[in-house]
């Protein structure tokens, strides 16, 4: 009953101040969705009465401000197992023989004494959206242990569950949007640039809002507090890339932590280098003062530095630079060193970003501007080639997007672009102009490996472009690869035995071997032609008209000669053309 008292509105005159213990697994993995976490705090909560939790997902659904099938989705997140094994949530039916029953009784996993856990209440589960409960989860266990919580580490915590980004975390605008949702419902209170190295500090409380006493800031252990201003009305969270600050009242915009957070009066931080300048050799003599301090100034100079070598031509000298402090009070000097002094050449190259020079408001980089020039002159670079490249990568760049001139200039417009060779610039050889292939040849190999791997991607032939067949390869690469190995020819197999021969009378083939040797002709050939020899032999008339007329004459011909040969017997050609037609056959 207790948990029922502790779990209504506080309409009714109760506070809601019953907690449950949640694993902070169940916070951290992201195999959970935000829903779940809900779900979880809201089934831990009912379960803890005598007759454990009964409620169905409808039920449980309408205690959170969710739908029936969003409370489903999280009970079958904590009902299967993670993927390092663990069930979170067990479910006992009830059904009668009959085929009726209750709903089923819900029980939480039994913690582990040493596993990392943190209190929520009840009361934010059923107050705060999945997404923004799990915000306020790791704000409380990041106060419960001591963190210094930055907001991209609270992005890092939440995440994506749909969509073409599901998976991913979320990106530091979007947490902040979350925290303050959370922080405009009064279940955090966070107080900006107050933290460690100026971070922001989230108190997340335990307490449900209308509960709480006027002016009472109760944290997450239950001790009150004064409440502190938060800043502002209308004061919110950074923007990506910003920092920590505020973008409406213009607090610090590092995105990078340092032991250094206000002016040189620290001097127990370590000053580092200006953030994204580029590593340059040493300077050439020209760009430092002479020792001895400041440089000779005269009553005609203007303001102007005079060098102290031969070279006493006038050139203008940077006057020094004040540094306010973030809060907007009185200025404090940065710099209290020798002033900048630049050869004629130097900054004569310099003159198509003297507009961006004069925006420089560091010392330090403004030497290393001048630095960066002196060395590529003593190297060897053309003076005129350095000022035409000045001049064409700030045509083509908007004032308004270079929002730190410093970084630019030794970032972007100094540094030479192209290969290897000292005559390329940019893709362009200075000496005559033409296009320079070594880049070209670059470009053509990344370009080609782009391709490949957009038609890998997309499951097509990396040559070709075109789809590969029943065996793996395009129809392209088949005939390519046929064309670079063409299929061996078979070698005609010699048949054993002797030799062959063409006969030279019927051109049939015949083994030379026996007679065959002598004449060159096969057996019936032989034979037709004993037999011609012997019908040329004399013989009597009589005998030889007699042979002629009961042996007939054979049909086939010759070409256009009918054949005179005598035909076989019970055949109607001689033997040559009966051969003939066996060869016919056989074809």
């Known amino acids: ?53 009964q409620a169905k997902a409808a039920t449980i659904a309408s205690y959170l401000g969710l739908s029936k099938a969003s409370a489903e989705r999280g009970l079958t997140l ?42 929520v209440p009840v009361a934010a589960a059923e107050d705060l959206t999945p997404r923004q409960l799990r915000a306020y989860a790791l704000i409380a266990y990041a106060q419960a242990r001591g963190i210094a919580l930055t907001e991209a580490e609270l992005a890092s915590g939440l995440r994506h569950y749909s969509g073409k980004k599901a998976g991913q975390a979320l990106t530091v605008t979007a947490a902040s949007a979350v ?23 989230y108190i997340a409380h335990d307490i449900a809002p209308e509960a709480r006493p006027a002016g009472a800031c109760p944290v997450a252990g239950g001790s009150p507090e004064t409440a502190v201003d938060s800043g502002f009305e209308g004061a919110s969270s950074s923007q990506v890339g910003e920092g920590s600050g505020s973008p409406v009242d213009e607090g610090s915009l590092a995105y990078k932590e340092s032991p250094k957070t206000d002016s040189p009066d620290d001097e127990g931080a370590l000053s580092s280098p200006a953030v994204g300048e580029v590593p340059v050799g040493k300077g050439v003599g020209p760009v430092e003062n002479p020792v001895g301090g400041e440089p000779t100034r005269t009553a005609a100079s203007g303001g102007l530095a005079l060098r102290a070598d031969e070279n006493n031509q006038l050139s203008p000298s940077k006057p020094k630079n004040e540094k306010r402090s973030s809060g907007g009070g009185s200025a404090r000097s940065s710099y209290d060193g020798p002033q900048l002094s630049m050869s004629t050449q130097i900054y004569a190259v310099l003159e198509p970003v003297h507009w961006l ?32 490249r ?50 070209d040849e670059v470009v053509a190999d990344k ?44 070698v005609q197999r010699v048949p054993e035995g002797p030799p062959r021969g063409v006969c030279g009378d019927c051109g049939a083939r015949i083994m ?57 017997l019970a055949r109607s050609v001689c033997l040559r053309h009966r051969a003939q037609e066996l060869a016919e056959e056989a074809a």
Not at 9 to 35: E, I
Request: hydrophobic share 40%; proline share 7%.
């Open 390 to 439: 000045l001049t064409a990568r700030f045509a083509k760049v908007m004032a308004s997007e270079i929002r730190d001139p410093g970084r630019w200039l030794l970032g972007v417009a100094l540094p030479r672009w192209g290969c290897g060779h000292l005559d390329c610039e940019s893709g362009v050889r200075w000496s005559n102009g033409e296009r320079c292939v070594v880049c």
């Open 447 to 490: 370009f080609a490996a782009r391709q490949r791997a957009q038609r890998i991607a997309q499951g097509l032939c990396p040559e070709h472009g075109t789809r590969p067949g029943p065996t793996g390869h395009c129809t392209d690469c088949e005939l390519d690869n046929a064309i670079d190995q063409p299929a061996p020819i078979p």
């Open 357 to 388: 020079l004069a925006q420089v408001n560091n010392p330090f980089v403004e030497r290393k501007i001048a630095r960066e020039v002196g060395r590529q002159l003593a190297a060897g670079m053309d003076a005129e080639r350095l000022h035409h």
């Open 78 to 119: 904590l009902s299967h197992p993670a993927p390092d094994g663990v069930v979170e949530l067990r479910s006992q039916r009830r059904t009668h023989s009959g085929g009726t029953g209750e709903s089923a009784v819900r029980m939480v996993r039994p913690m582990n004494p040493a596993e990392s856990f943190v209190w």
């Open 179 to 201: 925290v303050d949702e959370v922080e405009a419902v009064r279940w955090v209170t966070v107080q900006r640039r107050v933290g460690s190295q100026g971070r922001n500090l």
């Open 512 to 568: 030379l071997t026996g007679p065959a040797l002598d004449d060159g002709l096969c057996k019936p050939c032989r034979t037709e032609t004993a037999a011609l020899a012997a019908d040329d032999a004399p013989t009597l008339p009589t005998t030889t008209t007699a042979a002629a007329a009961e042996q007939p004459i054979c049909s086939g011909r010759d070409g256009l000669v009918p054949c005179t040969r005598e035909a076989l």
């Open 1 to 53: 009953m207790s948990a029922v008292v502790e779990s209504m509105a506080a309409p009714t005159g109760l506070v809601r101040r019953q907690r449950v213990r949640v694993p902070m697994r169940l916070v951290w993995s992201a195999a959970y969705q935000d829903v779940a976490l809900s779900v979880y705090v809201k089934v831990k909560a009912l379960a803890s009465r005598p007759e454990g939790c």
